[in-house]
């Protein structure tokens, strides 16, 4: 299927598009569009006029008290929202959509930003080869679940990402 791929810088050009995803929706982008540091890039992947995916990235602008500390990075949660439920019946066209996107975000987010973060993946594995692709990397991040009623040491409790090292 060959694909059209929209990026959106403001707001106000962004059509009405289907979908519940709060992450990646026209609402958030203007939540985004009005928090000073904060530029939001919305991407929306197009077959003929239909809309099949999109996916909203936040480009943060951090301001340190030195100058060669000033560092932009672009945040994305989650793996966007596929739009058309054809996708949703067939994960290797949904992983290609991805990837045409993914490529399209990366390319934007490059010339702007130093880093590029993926948050909260419903499946680590999606997509894993264009992120490769796109020269991403993983990172296992510690988390540690608290609580005031286990009994468990601090240790017993870390997340499942480091326990296999």
Same mark, same amino acid.
């Given at each position: 299927?060959?694909?059209k791929? &929209? &990026?959106?810088?403001? /707001?106000?050009? #962004?059509?009405e598009?289907? /979908? $519940?995803?709060t992450?990646?929706?026209?609402? *958030?982008?203007? #939540?985004?569009?009005a928090t000073?540091g904060? &530029?939001?890039v919305?991407i %929306?992947?197009?077959?003929k006029?239909?809309p099949? @995916?999109?996916?909203l990235?936040?480009i943060?602008?951090s301001?340190?008290?030195?100058?060669?500390?000033l560092?932009r990075?672009?945040i994305v949660? /989650? +793996?966007g929202e596929?739009?058309d439920? +054809?996708?949703a019946?067939? $994960?290797? $066209?949904?992983e290609?959509?991805?990837g045409?996107i993914?490529k399209?975000? &990366?390319?934007? @987010?490059? !010339?702007?930003?130093?880093? #590029?973060?993926?948050r909260n993946l419903?499946? @680590?594995?999606f /997509?894993?080869?264009f992120f490769?692709?796109?020269?991403?990397?993983?990172?296992?991040? *510690? !988390? %540690?679940?608290n609580s *005031?009623?286990? +009994?468990k +040491?601090?240790?017993a409790?870390?997340s499942?990402?480091?326990s296999?090292?």
């Amino acid at each position: 299927m060959p694909l059209k791929l &929209t &990026t959106y810088y403001r /707001g106000e050009d #962004i059509p009405e598009l289907p /979908g $519940k995803n709060t992450f990646h929706s026209k609402e *958030l982008f203007h #939540i985004y569009e009005a928090t000073p540091g904060y &530029t939001p890039v919305l991407i %929306v992947a197009f077959d003929k006029d239909r809309p099949v @995916a999109r996916l909203l990235a936040a480009i943060r602008k951090s301001k340190r008290w030195l100058p060669a500390f000033l560092v932009r990075q672009c945040i994305v949660y /989650g +793996s966007g929202e596929f739009l058309d439920e +054809s996708l949703a019946n067939d $994960k290797e $066209k949904e992983e290609e959509v991805f990837g045409e996107i993914l490529k399209s975000l &990366t390319q934007e @987010a490059a !010339r702007k930003c130093v880093l #590029i973060e993926f948050r909260n993946l419903d499946n @680590a594995m999606f /997509g894993y080869r264009f992120f490769r692709a796109n020269q991403f990397f993983p990172v296992n991040w *510690l !988390r %540690v679940r608290n609580s *005031l009623h286990s +009994s468990k +040491s601090a240790e017993a409790r870390f997340s499942p990402s480091l326990s296999d090292k």
